[in-house]
């Protein structure tokens, strides 16, 4: 077989991508620390010009209102100290006492509810996909069936050749290894041990020059054993026909009326990702521990609904109406998948949420795709037909302006993204008081719900359709030439920024703040 080392890029790509978590901030690349709060034009970086709206339009205001802000996701460590403060609390709950005080269905909420668990504090953390689930059931009948017949196949074939590929690239890349150790007895972990092999052995220039090549491409022995690691999950769980993880839960998951179910563990086994969207939203500023959140005055509810695997239309749904139920404001949604079983249960709750005055902000996706002809969901296109007023979906850019600004995984399109928002090299909280960096259009959306939440202090009275207007006009348009479109292939087609999106722009929280008080406040004074 012959290599190729341009064949492994998308598998490394998640990983060198992203940076391992630390316990000191500062072993991440602080070039990118708090960069999405940053404005162009004062620090050349194309974020969402938070900071300026702090330093320039605030002196002199006080808040108007605290905005409480749900999490749908896959937990959130609330002990992180870079969110100590932040973390909704439902006062009409006693903790512990295993009675629902308030009488809104569900015990010991203090803090939001995991929709994963069961009573007895069980929690599900990994599962597989919705199209796995879907084939599984073998009904032709289904609506869902040949899509999901498609997608399986598709992924277990790639999956399983890619595991091979794998193998014989880890045995091939261990062997150069040990070739080196065996003729020089240099032990090579790191490129700087490499730097120390002098050989004019073939065999040792050879395994030299195969090993800087991975170098050369950030892959690192670790990176290689996460990837196998990864490929081992899509099989054994993702794809995985007979798992059946929802029986830790104990409910049906066809039947919306079946809600008894869940715990108020809202941390759960696997808290990361939605620590990091938190700490986007809603870190705390200015505190010397490591990043600044974008929005203050604000309370962070957290609804366990995501696990390691595809979330349940179910989930998704009781999970809205829990957040609407219980005050929320504005809710962040940074997931999704390309098969829904139950989207009209998710319909009704989205239009629960907007007849409610709620905002719900979603990420687009880390697909390469263009949205408005690939289904992802949820979405806004309800299955009657109408469209409703309060659901905006977000796209992920770069720091740099330039051809490769739209993200290369980010899903777009004209009508079914609405606008960009910073989504790659974002530091922020990760679990154990730790950070971490990141890329996705999963920490793209909370800096978009952070400023929603930013602005809707300072002007409680604005609805969610006047929200989203105020932010799809006020942001930046980009005037430059075309630029690269999202997607993995190697001849990436260009097209001007203008078309992948609804607005065609950037967020950017200072003009919006200033479109709001000229709407809204004529009391602003610009300092």
């Keep these: 077989m012959k290599y190729s080392l341009f064949a492994i890029i998308p598998l490394i790509l998640i990983f060198t991508n992203s940076f391992g978590q630390v316990k000191d901030i500062n072993e991440l690349d602080k070039e990118y620390l708090n960069w999405y709060n940053s404005d162009l034009e004062t620090n050349e970086m194309a974020g969402a010009s938070v900071d300026k709206v702090y330093e320039q339009l605030l002196d002199g205001r006080e808040p108007e209102k605290e905005v409480v802000v749900a999490v749908l996701d896959g937990g959130v460590d609330i002990n992180h100290d870079d969110l100590k403060g932040m973390v909704w609390i439902n006062e009409d709950e006693i903790p512990g006492n295993g009675i629902d005080d308030d009488n809104n269905g569900f015990i010991d909420d203090i803090h ?33 069936f040949e899509k999901s017949k498609i997608l399986w196949n598709t992924e277990y074939e790639g999956r399983k050749n890619e595991k091979e590929f794998l193998r014989r690239f880890r045995d091939l890349y261990y062997k150069s290894l040990q070739i080196i150790k065996d003729e020089t007895g240099v032990e090579v972990e790191s ?14 220039q050879a395994s030299k020059h195969w090993i800087q090549q991975t170098y050369n491409m950030g892959l690192t022995n670790e990176d290689l054993d996460k990837i196998m690691d990864q490929n081992d999950k899509f099989m054994k769980y993702y794809l995985n026909k007979t798992l059946d993880s929802r029986k830790i839960v104990g409910d049906d998951p066809d039947d919306i009326t079946d809600t008894n179910y869940g715990n108020p563990d809202v941390i759960g086994p696997r808290p990361d990702h939605g620590t990091s969207v938190s700490g986007v939203i809603a870190a705390v500023r200015n505190n010397d521990l490591g990043i600044n959140g974008v929005a203050t005055n604000v309370k962070i509810m957290v609804i366990r609904i995501v696990p390691d695997g595809d979330e349940r239309d179910k989930d998704i749904a009781l999970g809205i109406r829990y957040a609407v139920d219980n005050g929320a404001d504005i809710v962040n949604m940074s997931f999704g998948k390309q098969i829904t079983t139950h989207k009209d249960w998710v319909d009704e709750a989205i239009k629960y949420a907007d007849e409610k005055g709620v905002l719900l902000v979603h990420a687009a996706g880390n697909d390469g795709f263009n949205i408005d002809i690939e289904d992802s969901f949820p979405n806004d296109k309800f299955l009657d037909g109408t469209m409703p007023s309060n659901f905006i979906s977000v796209g992920a850019q770069h720091a740099e302006l330039d051809k490769n600004f ?21 530091i922020s909280l990760d679990t154990a008081n730790c950070y971490s960096q990141n890329d996705g259009t999963s920490v793209a959306a909370p800096v978009v719900t952070g400023v929603a939440a930013l602005i809707l202090v300072y002007f409680p009275g604005i609805t969610p359709q006047e929200m989203i207007g105020l932010l799809m006009e006020s942001s930046y348009k980009i005037k430059k030439p075309k630029m690269y479109l999202p997607g993995d292939g190697r001849k990436r087609k260009k097209a001007k920024f203008v078309s992948m999106s609804k607005s065609g722009g950037i967020l950017n929280a200072y003009t919006a703040f200033l479109l709001a008080s000229e709407r809204y406040d004529d009391k602003l004074t610009l300092h």
Excluded: H
């Design 406 to 426: 739209p993200a290369s995984f980010s899903n777009y399109g004209q009508k079914q993204v609405d606008l960009f928002a910073p989504g790659c090299d974002i």
């Design 191 to 204: 490129e700087e041990d490499l730097a120390r092999v002098n050989s004019t052995n073939d065999r040792v």
């Design 112 to 144: 939001g509810w995991n929709f994963l668990g069961n009573a007895a504090g069980e929690n599900v953390n990994l599962e597989n996909m919705e199209y796995t689930r879907v084939y599984a059931q073998n009904n032709p009948d289904d609506p869902n």
